[in-house]
Nanobody
Framework: QVQLVESGGGLVQAGGSLRLSCAAS????????MGWFRQALGKEREFVAA????????AYLDSVKGRFTISRDNGKNTVYLQMNSLKPEDTAVYYC?????????????????WGQGTQVTVSS
């Protein structure tokens, strides 16, 4: 059974940084687009960032462009989300997800596998 395990969440002050990690197992990691999504309390899940299997193509939510960076290490079956200049509105549970696609997609319904999520809380 495919497993995606997120880590790196926590409490940080506005303006601070966090680096999320997502370790994947039991899947051919290099064949998957990897994405990050988030869901704030009382809100719908939203796309944050995604990267193609080669790393050559990325997509970002407009509100995180220039602050967040997605990266991956196919040798370690791990995808990362570096989050800088965090704002209180970034507070949410962050999920990583895997999509066996040849191109980056931003719809969560396209992603087959999901992690359990990690909480990110940004205080003002």
């Amino acid at each position: 059974q495919v497993q995606l395990v997120e880590s790196g969440g926590g409490l940080v002050q506005a303006g601070g940084s966090l680096r999320l990690s997502c370790a994947a197992s039991r899947l051919t990691f290099s064949s998957y687009v990897m994405g990050w999504f988030r869901q704030a309390l009382g809100k719908e899940r939203e796309f944050v960032a995604a990267m193609s299997w080669s790393g050559g193509s990325t997509a970002y939510l407009d509100s995180v462009k220039g602050r967040f960076t997605i990266s991956r290490d196919n040798g370690k079956n791990t995808v990362y989300l570096q989050m800088n200049s965090l704002k209180p509105e970034d507070t949410a549970v962050y999920y990583c997800a895997a999509d066996r696609s040849s191109r980056v997609r931003i719809s969560g319904t396209m992603y087959e596998h999901w992690g359990q999520g990690t909480q990110v809380t940004v205080s003002s």
